[in-house]
C-alpha cells in the first residue's frame, strides 16, 4: 500500500475558529476525518500532522525523506509566502508533492500570491475549503498510483 502524509503548517489547528469568510467552518479534525475515510477508500496508508513550529515542520520533513513516503500533500500556512527553511527542506524530498490551500490565496493580498513551495510542487490546488485537500490527496494517490508498492 501506499503511504501518503498530509502535513499542516502554522495557525492551521485554529481552522474552524478563524477567518470564516476565507476558510468556513470546518475544523482541523473533520477535514482529517474526510482526509481518512477517502484514504481508506483509495487504499492508502494516510498520516495526517500539524505543528505550529517552523523547525518541527523543518525535521517532519526530514524524517518523511527518511521513511521513505510515497508523496507529500502540503498545507504550509503562511510558511507558504516566506519560509526558505520549509522550502529547502521539501527539497531534499524526492517524492512528488502536492500543495494545497482552503482559500484562493491567488484572489487574496499580493503577499500571499507567492509560493516558495509551487516550484517544488507537482501543482497547487487552491480556494476549494476542504475539497482542496480531499482534491490534493487524490493528485498525490494518482501521481503514485502506478509505481510498484
Ligand atoms: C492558507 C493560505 C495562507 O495564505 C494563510 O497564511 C493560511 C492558510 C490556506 O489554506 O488558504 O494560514 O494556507
Redesign the pocket.
Known sequence: MKKIVVLH????NMFGRRDPA??GSVTLSEINGKLHELAAELNIVLECWQTNHEGEMVEKIHALHEARVDAVVI????W??YSYAVMDALAILTVPIVE??????HA?EPF?HISLVAPLAKGQI?GFGMN?YLLGLRAAWSLVLDEPT
Request: charged share 10%; no cysteine; proline share 5%.
Open positions: 503548517g502554522v495557525n492551521l476565507q476558510y498545507n504550509p500556512g503562511a507558504t509566502h494545497v490551500h482552503m482559500s484562493h490565496v487574496r500571499r487552491t482542496s
